[in-house]
């Protein structure tokens, strides 16, 4: 008999069951039983793409199957990768305890994790001073200077072709969709090391004791450092100035803008975050209508709004 008994053929069909303790619990418990973990009441956690569910001081990640649509494997040997390599370099996110497979009706990768008690920065930040969001930024960067380091390759994503491929950017104006590509036929990585890739408001982390963490490593890359400042600057920090003299300390902001513009153009979600913090994109024609307006958040701190003429 199948531990997990609802019916998936296609992302609406996941997207039904993904938040449902009563479908997932039989295989939840099987997992535990199988690492001989504690196993207590189930709780929802914040919800994303795959099924998430915290379990007394743990916390359970069952990747989508196959059937849903969404090729998760190599989400899942990114992610295991990931929290294996930042516990071993002790740098702040879950403890991993426990990884594997089930191969029941539908086959399951799951990963199983420390629970983090307190909220994401996304959660927290209204109530921040500026000082708090400087004290962030500052714990942030130790962060990703251990964790933006050379390591072996570990998926066989290659930035510039997944960038040359991107659907994303189709919303963009034809002109600056043909500019980027021009763009990315030109581009040379250099000096590769491990970035996270999607350093978003809900993938940092803050105990109740003001220690910051990370999570979720199924977007790693291996890609220039700057890779990470796309999300970094314009979605985690806004163009907040604490956050950015927290992070940056004393900064350029012409040379600053330069290194995101180049990651903006790279970047997995680059489309989406240009959309959701620089303004209306369809007044942004061209490669230096961005960069112009990529240097204006920066250098005054504020993104532009979505509906500014």
Known sequence: MSL???YINGWQSW????????????????????HNLPFTGIEHCTPGTNAVFKVGGLVAKIFAPKE??????????TELFGIERV???????PQLTASGTVEDKYVFHYLVME???????????????????MKYAMQLREI???????CERFNDCDIVSRAYACERWSKLPLSLQYERKEFLKKYRITNPVYVHGDLNPDNVLIDTKGNLYIIDFADAVLAPSE??????VCELFCFEKPYMDGYFGEYDAAELSEKCFDALLVHDFGADIIRCNLGRVDEITSLAVLKERLYTAIKNNKGWEIDEQ
Do not use: C, W
């Open 15 to 34: 997207g039904k069951v993904f938040q449902s303790v009563k479908d997932f619990e039989p295989l939840i418990k099987y997992i535990f039983n199988r």
């Open 115 to 133: 629970h983090i008690s307190g909220g994401s920065l996304g959660q927290l930040e209204g109530g921040m001073t500026d000082n708090e969001k």
């Open 4 to 6: 997990f008994t609802a």
């Open 87 to 93: 516990n071993r370099l002790g740098i702040p996110a």
């Open 227 to 232: 890779y990470e400042l796309a999300a970094i």
């Open 68 to 77: 849903s649509g969404m090729d998760t494997d190599s989400d899942y040997k």
């Open 144 to 150: 990703t200077d251990r964790m933006n380091t050379p």
